[in-house]
């Protein structure tokens, strides 16, 4: 570029998609074409516009779609957490690569779209737009895409991190125990007679108490995992309570 030169800064929150010069806490220069608009020079830099926050220019705020002149100093934050997502119900769409936190988002009662087989960055995007679905990835790219109805970076690699962080992130209303954690489909109370069939011999004798999908037929009562995702439940529900 040969343009105007800027200078930008980020909050630490936004450092791990940057460069180490602009991890400094003086503003770094930027040269600018003096046509794009600061939303495109920040995603330039790293940063997808999902992430955030208010933009400072000068000390007045400003939109993604001002384009920054010379000699303008600018001051890149973070999403505001709880983050309010236009619209209702909040509801999720999560990509190939995070099916562990769809599934313990849908233990906790929150929509949570998934599929193991990936359909594409582009199908990811449009569905994102069709259901309005916040978009949840750790590709960057896919997040940088124009279509998607909303979005977020998931930071960690880990799922009770992430599970936390998307949390804490967006605060959706908990219902542990409604959903399918195979289909997202809604589980209702099942009569031992009727879904006798589906079980062992095993689990008849020793449980009274079940659920059953609607959406997919999967039963479901407190086996031997239960103490783990019981666990998973109190935690959640313990960090959303503060």
């Known amino acids: 570029m040969n343009g105007p030169e800027i200078h930008v800064s980020f909050v630490p929150e936004l450092h791990l998609f940057v460069a180490s010069e602009y991890t400094t806490t003086a503003p770094a220069p930027v040269v600018t074409d003096g046509a794009s608009t600061l939303g495109h020079v920040v995603e330039s830099l790293g940063v997808p516009l999902t992430e955030v926050g208010r933009l400072v220019v000068d000390g007045a705020e400003v939109s993604v779609s001002h384009v920054p002149g010379a000699g303008e100093t600018i001051a890149v934050h973070?999403?505001?957490?709880?983050?309010?997502?236009?619209?209702?119900?909040?509801?999720?769409?999560l990509d190939v690569h995070l099916g562990t936190l769809a599934r313990r988002l849908r233990l906790l009662g929150v929509d949570a779209a998934y599929t193991n087989e990936d359909p594409g960055d582009a199908a990811l995007a449009a569905l994102s737009a069709q259901e309005r679905r916040v978009l949840l990835s750790r590709d960057r790219g896919l997040l940088r895409r124009r279509e998607i109805w909303a979005g977020a970076?998931?930071?960690?690699?880990?799922?009770?991190?992430?599970l936390r962080d998307v949390l804490g992130r967006f605060a959706p209303a908990l219902a542990p125990w409604t959903r399918c954690t195979a289909c997202n489909g809604r589980l209702a109370d099942a009569d031992k007679n009727s879904v006798r069939e589906h079980l062992e011999h095993g689990t008849q004798r020793t449980y009274d108490v079940f659920a059953q999908c609607t959406a997919c037929g999967r039963v479901y009562w407190r086996g031997a995992h239960h103490a783990h995702l019981e666990a998973i439940v109190e935690a959640a529900l313990r960090d959303s309570a503060t």
Do not use: N
């Open 153 to 162: 970076f998931v930071y960690s690699d880990r799922p009770e991190d992430q």
């Open 78 to 93: 973070a999403v505001e957490r709880p983050q309010r997502v236009p619209g209702a119900p909040l509801r999720f769409l």
